[in-house]
């Protein structure tokens, strides 16, 4: 059963930085691409950023230059490092992640990010 468990979610000042994390299964395979999505009120989930094996990056053109994603195969660990934070950045933020053989989408709880004064 993959696990993909996500913390360092709360609530941050209008301007702030926030760094989310996502750890995972150990039997992960380093090749697998793992990538963070958002919920926000009343929205659908949508795609923030992704990193691959190799740690190629795909950063969302809405949040490209404030957010970048990073990862530590050695603590199977995927981060999310969010700056310049909005009021519109509010949302549960989740890590996915996709079985290569067949596509099978498994996903973490989720983490609520809150960014207001």
């Known amino acids: 059963q993959v696990q993909l468990v996500e913390s360092g979610g709360g609530l941050v000042q209008p301007g702030g930085s926030l760094n989310l994390s996502c750890a995972h299964s150990?039997?992960?395979?380093?090749?697998?691409?793992v990538d963070w999505y958002r919920q926000g009120p009343g929205q659908q989930r949508r795609f923030v950023a992704s990193?691959?094996?190799?740690?190629?990056?795909n950063v969302a053109d809405y949040v490209k230059g404030r957010f970048s994603i990073s990862r530590d195969s050695a603590r199977h660990s995927v981060y999310l490092h969010m700056h310049i934070l909005g009021p519109a950045d509010t949302a549960v933020y989740y890590c996915?992640?996709?079985?290569?053989?067949?596509?099978?989408?498994?996903w973490g709880q989720g983490t609520q990010v809150t960014v207001s004064s």
């Open positions: 996915h992640t996709q079985r290569p053989e067949d596509r099978l989408d498994y």
């Open positions: 150990s039997w992960i395979s380093s090749n697998w691409v």
């Open positions: 990193i691959s094996g190799d740690s190629r990056t």
